[in-house]
């Protein structure tokens, strides 16, 4: 069975700072995707990254960076120069592929919370 | 623009009563649909795989009887919570998958059971 893990219940830190959040999966799949979502109060979930399982280049999006290291299943998150902004529930997800389509397994979430 | 739409937003129902949330791709056509619930401060679980002209598919633990899918169109699929309880109070997202495996969600549905 799939299964993600965010250890991090609750993250506060003060704004300018950076931090990571971490993820950690696990899947018998050879061909899967990590993804990264960003959900605000209002409950919408903002699409931050798609990963696929054969592309193990970090990434970065301006202040946002991901790490993703298959030999210890772990796709990690981190916001450089951390905003009020950026406070939100973070979730990390592993899909599994069936005929094209995909469901999604979701961690439990990271709450980041940036004080001013 | 909002690729996948929810509909309601905000619903509030009297306990006993049925609810209906729609969920549409709207330009594009998408035979698979997911549904999600999230309780207040956890995580989206899947409750069941929507299937263009074909019976849902229901995760483990999810009641089909109570909560009624219909995906009738390429378009458009609907849950329907019958008989509401309050502990059925949670947030309900859907997602659609378009061509190329990308996957959209919509903005969810907040529904409390009064």
């Known amino acids: 069975a799939q299964k993600v893990t965010q250890a991090q219940t609750e993250i506060s830190v003060v704004e300018k700072e950076d931090v990571t959040l971490d993820c950690v999966y696990e899947t018998r799949d050879t061909t899967y995707y990590l993804f990264w979502y960003k959900q605000p109060p209002s409950g919408e979930l903002v699409f931050l990254i798609r990963?696929?399982?054969?592309?193990?280049q970090n990434e970065i999006s301006g202040r946002y960076s991901w790490n993703f290291q298959k030999s210890t299943s772990s796709f990690n998150f981190t916001i450089t120069a951390s905003q009020v902004v950026d406070s939100a529930v973070y979730f990390c997800?592993?899909?599994?592929?069936?005929?094209?389509?995909?469901?999604?397994?979701f961690g439990q979430g990271t709450r980041l919370t940036i004080n001013p | 623009g909002a690729v996948v739409s929810q509909h309601p937003s905000r619903v509030i129902c009297k306990s006993g009563t049925s609810v209906k949330i729609e969920c549409r791709s709207l330009d594009f056509q998408a035979t698979t649909m997911f549904w999600y619930r999230q309780f207040p401060k956890q995580s989206l679980m899947l409750m069941a795989t929507?299937?263009?002209?074909?019976?849902?598919?229901?995760e483990q633990g999810v009641e089909k009887d109570k909560f009624l899918i219909n995906h009738a169109s390429l378009t458009l699929s609907t849950l329907t919570v019958t008989s509401a309880h309050p502990e059925d109070s949670s947030f309900y997202i859907c997602s659609a998958i378009r061509r190329g495996n990308t996957i959209y969600f919509g903005e969810g549905s907040w529904l409390t059971v009064v």
């Open positions: 997800a592993l899909s599994e592929a069936i005929q094209g389509a995909q469901k999604l397994v």
């Open positions: 990963r696929n399982s054969f592309d193990e």
């Open positions: 929507s299937n263009e002209g074909s019976k849902a598919t229901y």
